[in-house]
């Protein structure tokens, strides 16, 4: 069984940077294509960051290019979601899933419990 834990989230100023861990029990991160989506209050969960099994292709929402960068450690068995620039639009609950390589999540078999990120002054 596939368990994901996500931890980092917090409380940033705008502008301010946040990293975001997705740790990864029962598959080897090596063979699992993972994303980050976020959901706001009263709105759909959306796509942020994919990245595929070998690293090599990774993908991001328009809003976050250039402000997100999205990696992970097979040594550690961990996905990351560095988060710079931060804007309060940015506000929202932040899962990793795993599973698939796709912006749509009803293609992901896999979900971790969410994390909090709030930016506000």
């Known amino acids: 069984q596939v368990q994901l834990v996500e931890s980092g989230g917090g409380l940033v100023q705008p502008g301010g940077s946040l990293r975001l861990s997705c740790s990864v029990s029962?598959?080897?991160?090596?063979?699992?294509?993972m994303a980050w989506f976020r959901q706001a209050p009263g709105n759909e969960r959306e796509f942020v960051a994919s990245i595929s099994f070998g690293a090599r292709n990774t993908r991001y929402a328009d809003s976050v290019k250039g402000r997100f960068t999205v990696s992970k450690d097979n040594d550690k068995n961990t996905m990351y979601l560095q988060m710079n620039s931060l804007k309060p639009d940015d506000t929202a609950v932040y899962y990793c899933a795993g599973g698939a390589f796709s912006r749509n999540a009803p293609a992901y078999q896999d979900w971790g419990q969410g994390t909090q990120v709030t930016v506000s002054s």
């Open positions: 029962g598959r080897a991160l090596s063979t699992y294509n």
